[in-house]
Structure formats: C-alpha cells, structure tokens
C-alpha cells in the first residue's frame, strides 16, 4: 500500500523541546518522513495506514497542544492568548508584590495574599501544570516542569504558614505568582520575536492569498486564487499579483518579480512567456492560461522547500538538543541536592534551603538551547530567500561556512551560456542548409544551454526541415538521434578533433558531416567573484566537459589558474574530481547541466543557477533563482554569519546556565530575580537571531 502524506496544524508548540516531544511521540507510532516545525505550527508524516490517524491525532493532544484545521482561520479562545493569562495575572500580582510600600494595611493579612495569589495560581496550574505532566508522559521533561515545582512548593509552603498561622516568615505567596507572571510575560515575548523568525516564509504565503479574474463565458468570475483550476483563462491587470503560474496568451506586461529572485529591475513579458504565481504586474495587462495550480506552482514548492530546510537540523545542534533531553532532570536532582545540603548540611533552615531551591529550578532555561539553532535558522535562511537564494536544508549552512573549494562548471555558470555559431565547416559534398536543419532538429530536443542557443541562432536562417523520429542526449558527450528514414546522428563534442577551433562535430551514420565552432562571452561579475573567493581564503576550481585550450582560455581570462582547471570530463570523471577535493576539504560544486548533477549530489553542496535544468535543480543543495553569480557570495555571507550566531546562542544559552544554577544554588539569588532573568534568557537568543536580518556582511 502506498504510503500518504498527512499534514496536520497544531498550535501551543513554542520551542524545540516542544517539536521533539511530537516527533518522539510519531517515531514511537512507527511514521516515517516526520517534519515538525514548533514556529509554524506544522506537524508532517507519511503513513502507510491512514486508520490510525485519530489515534495519532489523540496522543499529540494528549501531549497539551492542540490540532485545528485552517491556522490561518484559526481564532483562539480569550483565555487561551499568552497575552490574556499574562494580564489577568499582573492584575493580581502587582498588589501582592506592592504590599509593602502600599498604604494599604489589609494587604499584609494572610488570608488576603492567600486570595490574590489564588487566581494566578490557578493559572499556572492551568498554563504550565498541564504542559509539564505532558512532557513527563511524552518523556522528554520540559521547562514548565521546573516552573510548575518552583511555584507550587513556594505556594504550599505559604499555605502551611497561613493554615497553621506560623507567622509572616511562611507568607511566600508574592514569590510564586510574580514567578508564574514574569515566566508568562517571557513567553509573550518569545511567542512574538519567534514568529519574527518565520517572517519570510509568511511573507511568502501572503503572496498565495489572492484573488484571480477567470474570464467565463465572455464575462469575468473573481475568485480565490486556490480555486483556480489547470487550464483557466485568467485576466491579470496593472497592479494585480499574478495568482498561479502560467502562460500570456495576449498582451504584454512589466513583472515584478523580485520576491522569487530578489532582483528589484522589472521584467518584459510578452506572448508566450511563462509568468509565476505571487510576482506583481507593474504595467500593462495580460490574459493568461493557468498550467500550474495549487501546490504545483513555483512559489509553493518553494515555500515547502523552504518549511523543510528549517527543520533540517545542522549537526551542531545535536549537542544541545542531548543536552536539552536529559536538562530538566538533572536541574531537579541539584535542586534538591540544594535543598539538601542548605538544610541538614547547612542549617540555613527550612524557608532558606526552601528557596534556594526554588530559585535553581525558576532561573534555569532548558528552552534557550533549544531555540539557540533554530531560531538563527529560520531568520538566516529567510534573509537568503529575500536575496534570491534558495537553501533546501538548514544543515547545508554548517557545511558551507567551512569550505575550502568551491568547484564551477564553465558553460552557462562562469559564461552567460548565450552561444553564437562562429564558423560551420561542412565536410566535402554536405549541404550547409540540410547541416542547418539537422543541428536545428538534433538540438531542438535538448535543455542543455548550447542547444537552446543554437536553436535560437538558426531559427532564422535557411535551412532544410528534418523530422526526427526519436533523440536523446548522453551526459557530457552530446545528442544521438535518428530520423524518419533511419539515418543516425551524432551531435557533440569529439575529443579526437585535432583543430579546437572547432568545439562540435555532426556525423551522419558515422561519418563526419561538418564540424562547428561556437563561443560564448563570461559573465562580467565572474572575474570579481572569482577575486573575492580568493580573499576570503577559498580557492576556485574549474571543472567542465569543455575543450582544454578554450578552458584555459576562460581561467587565464578570471583569474583561475592552470593547475585547478580540469577540462574535457565527462560525468563519471567529474565525480572523481570532486571525491579528491572533498578529501581534502569542505567542497562546493556550482553547475546549471543534466551532466552537472551526479557531481551536484557528490559535492559537500551543490549550487544550481535557476535557468539550469529541472535535473540539476533538484540535484542541489541550493538554488540561485537569480544568474547572479554575485548570490554565491552573498551566500557564503549568510552562511557564515548565520553559522557564528548559533554559535554565539548556544554560548550564550550554557554559559547563563553554567553561571546561573550555581549562583541560585549558593543563596545569592531570590526566586523572583530568578524568574525575571530566566524569562528573558529566551528572547536575548532569539533577538541575536533575530540581527541576522539586518546584519550587514
């Protein structure tokens, strides 16, 4: 049986501990492809057995969070907002915290605290005691464990005192509900800067929200662009958002499409030409055949694409997420060995050991470290989407800010791949316009960009029509084909050509027809991207299936030198090039071709251009929706800097915590200063994370 892919929406999910405890609850249930994504509230599987889904639905829920149906419709309840529980809880807590500075002399009577704390309590039961016995029944303690003990001991400590009228050294009924309150305003603030994070991705979504003009029956319907169906017939006017991919039937039009490449210049659409879902028509207007819907379109490919690299873990996270797992219990067992040694060692007495304890579970944050990698993550690989970068995995970013080779294919990636036929050489007796016609046909089935070159170079010129009867291409030594009268051709590079003037050569079954010289121009970014990498400690290496005179030629010209140029390689021979360098170091192989991808997939990353083929763009690692070789840096840049923030994250999150439990532990520190500092320790990660997007490189 085929498996399905099951998508669900499930909200109260607010850092990684949270997706982890949902994902151990799937592997347990045997599913497998799981994706988990806390900041968008999305929880993704494969199942072979759709039956078991109301029980799977059951266990998240029994987990604490819920699962609805449109997160986009989704409104939730008054007393289910952060921000509600947060203010009903400060309403209370500010006049048991005041009490002593108020004039107010009933505030100071047990039974009054008792009362005002009553509701907060109630709260935090609510809010933290239900998501605690949910992460102790997933196996994997969460942080609202150590809240939920800290303000329960502190609360029942108080209600002893008060019930056994022990006196105003059992009245602790401020320290527990300002911790439940000061732990509530963190999280309202998490809540906000995490979905900061996710600002790319939404803004991507936004893009998808549009109405569309079908034309029906001579007359216009407006609908939702979801409910446009392949081959439609869409009228799009100035101003409008273009709402799924397809082609101009009739007009002509300026787009805007600098939210897929980050190129803000305009450009020209004529009859014919493909236009995609989500980019803005600037001027004119265009009646268009709809040919891809839904989550075919290029934008929903690559917001899912996008969804999936941020939950693709870099290694380095590994350690904090084995750290995160085994944290709340190893905070309980020094709690209460605090609580130990300040009472029966120390003989501090039983308020003060009481709250040393307390103090060492409220201060320390388990969530920071998980939201250190993820966080950075999100916000690094939505500053590249902005940039026109396209990152298929959060991981990738590790692998890239260690590189030491950076490996380029030479037509189409160093080159614009916009050829021009130089000089056609026909054998003796050949017809020049039959050479024309078979180039034109052999290359007409082709994606590679010489052929889509040559096609366009000859279709205006004299020649003889062919008709094919089948063609295919072989990686890295050009077409076969044979036609209707079964003929066979060949059309590719020969490597026994003595005169590298000429770069192909046409044999007509077997025998040599004409020989062909072609060219093409560099890009005029190469040579400063080439100087750049160079500057930054990579070294560039050329790699391509070219003749090795024209090859040198293009290295002399950027700045590669000769003993890093490989030439005239085939597929096979490439990933042998690039198995050696990865053996030697961190290796990123940038091509556009079919003959591309095996070395795309071999490299530590490949980098595919947008305009490559459908083969080599799946093959990547990272897509360039922009030719702008300039991206490659710009890249590297986001890679790097997004690499040196978790870091500084994940320092940060062990260092306050390495610091923090010993100080409370000591005495040093009071239970509600805990509380404040520990409910800020989430948002100084994620407002590192969160510079990212406006860094400057």
Same mark, same amino acid.
Request: glycine share 6%; net charge neutral; with cysteine.
């Given at each position: 049986m085929a498996e399905q892919l099951i998508e669900l929406n499930v909200t109260g999910m607010h850092c990684?501990?949270?997706?982890?405890?949902?994902?151990?609850?799937?592997?347990?249930?045997?599913?497998?492809?799981?994706l988990v994504d806390f900041a968008s509230e999305e929880v993704k599987f494969s199942t072979a057995d759709s039956s078991q889904l109301p029980e799977i639905k059951k266990g998240i829920e029994s987990l604490g969070f819920?699962?609805?149906?449109?997160?986009?419709?989704?409104?939730?309840?008054?007393?289910e907002k952060i921000e509600n529980k947060f203010f009903f809880c400060a309403l209370f807590t500010a006049p048991l915290l005041l009490h002593m500075v108020l004039p107010w002399h009933f505030l100071h009577l047990p039974t009054v605290q008792l009362l005002l704390c009553l509701p907060v309590f109630i709260v935090g039961c609510l809010h933290f005691g239900k998501s605690a016995f949910s992460s102790i029944k997933a196996g994997l303690p969460n942080m609202d464990v150590l809240i939920f003990i800290g303000s329960t001991s502190a609360f029942a400590y108080s209600l002893t005192g008060t019930l056994q009228h022990l006196g105003a050294n059992y009245q602790f009924y401020e320290t527990c509900a300002t911790i439940i309150t000061l732990v509530l305003l963190g999280n309202v603030f998490e809540k906000r800067s995490v979905h900061q994070t996710t600002s790319a991705v939404k803004d991507l979504i936004k893009f998808q929200q549009v109405n569309a003009n079908r034309v029906v029956n001579g007359g216009i319907e407006v609908i939702s662009?979801?409910?446009?169906?392949? %081959?439609?017939? !869409?009228? =799009?006017?100035?101003?409008?958002?273009?709402? $799924?991919? @397809?082609?101009?039937?009739?007009?002509?039009?300026?787009?805007?499409?600098?939210?897929?490449? %980050?190129?803000? !210049?305009? =450009?020209?659409?004529?009859?014919?030409?493909? $236009?995609? @879902?989500?980019t803005i028509l600037l001027n004119g207007n265009i009646h268009m055949l709809a040919t891809k819907v839904g989550s075919n379109t290029i934008l929903s490919q690559i917001i899912d694409?996008?969804?999936?690299?941020?939950?693709?873990?870099?290694?380095?996270?590994?350690?904090?997420d084995k750290i995160a797992s085994i944290f709340v219990p190893a905070v309980l067992a020094i709690a209460l060995l605090t609580f130990i040694l300040t009472y029966y060692v120390g003989h501090a007495g039983l308020q003060h050991a009481l709250m040393n304890a307390i103090a060492v579970m409220v201060i320390s944050c388990p969530c920071a470290m998980g939201l250190a990698t993820p966080t950075a993550v999100m916000v690094g690989l939505g500053r590249a989407a902005k940039n026109g970068i396209l990152i298929k995995g959060g991981d990738t970013i590790e692998a890239v800010a260690y590189t030491k080779y950076v490996v380029f294919d030479k037509t189409g990636t160093l080159t614009t791949g916009k050829f021009h036929i130089n000089e056609i050489k026909p054998e003796t007796g050949a017809d020049i316009e039959q050479i024309r016609g078979?180039?034109?046909?052999?290359?007409?089935?082709?994606?590679?960009?010489?052929?889509?070159?040559?096609?366009?170079?000859?279709?205006?010129?004299?020649?003889?029509?062919?008709?094919?009867?089948?063609?295919?291409?072989?990686?890295g030594l050009g077409m076969r084909a044979e036609d209707v009268d079964g003929n066979n051709y060949f059309l590719g590079?020969?490597?026994?050509?003595?005169?590298?003037?000429?770069?192909?050569?046409?044999?007509?079954?077997?025998?040599?027809?004409?020989?062909?010289?072609?060219?093409?121009?560099?890009k005029p970014e190469t040579i400063a991207l080439i100087a750049q990498l160079k500057k930054m400690g990579i070294r560039p290496i050329l790699l391509s299936g070219d003749k090795k005179d024209r090859c040198l030629k293009v290295a002399e010209a950027i700045g590669i030198?000769?003993?890093?140029?490989?030439?005239?390689?085939?597929p096979d021979e490439k990933l042998k090039a690039i198995d050696i360098y990865k053996q030697k170091g961190k290796t990123i192989m940038i091509?556009?071709?079919?003959?591309?991808?095996?070395?795309?997939?071999?490299?530590?990353?490949?980098?595919?251009?947008?305009?490559?083929?459908?083969?080599?763009?799946?093959?990547?690692?990272?897509?360039?929706?922009?030719t702008d070789l300039q991206s490659v840096i710009k890249f590297l840049q986001i890679s790097q800097h997004t690499l040196l923030t978790i870091k500084q994250n994940l320092f940060w999150a062990f260092a306050y915590n390495l610091i923090a439990i010993p100080v409370a532990a000591l005495g040093f520190l009071n239970p509600m200063v805990g509380a404040f500092t520990m409910a800020f320790s989430d948002v100084v990660v994620i407002g590192n994370s969160l510079r990212l997007k406006i860094k400057k490189f």
């Open positions: 990684n501990n949270c997706a982890l405890s949902v994902h151990k609850l799937l592997e347990k249930r045997g599913l497998h492809n799981i819920k699962i609805i149906d449109d997160i986009s419709l989704h409104q939730p309840a008054f007393y662009a979801k409910d446009v169906r392949p %081959g439609d017939t !869409l009228l =799009v006017n100035r101003g409008d958002k273009i709402p $799924v991919d @397809g082609e101009i039937l009739s007009g002509s039009a300026s787009v805007d499409e600098a939210m897929l490449t %980050g190129e803000s !210049l305009p =450009v020209e659409k004529e009859k014919y030409d493909k $236009v995609i @879902g989500g694409l996008m969804k999936k690299a941020q939950a693709a873990k870099p290694p380095i996270q590994k350690l904090g078979i180039i034109f046909a052999i290359e007409e089935r082709s994606n590679h960009p010489i052929a889509r070159s040559l096609v366009n170079g000859l279709k205006n010129l004299p020649r003889q029509k062919i008709i094919l009867k089948v063609a295919r291409e072989e990686r590079t020969a490597k026994h050509n003595k005169d590298d003037h000429f770069n192909l050569s046409l044999y007509k079954n077997q025998q040599l027809l004409a020989q062909i010289a072609i060219d093409d121009e560099i030198k000769d003993k890093d140029v490989h030439a005239e390689k085939l091509g556009d071709g079919i003959n591309d991808a095996p070395a795309l997939v071999k490299a530590d990353v490949g980098i595919s251009m947008n305009d490559a083929s459908h083969v080599a763009i799946q093959s990547a690692s990272v897509v360039l929706l922009n």
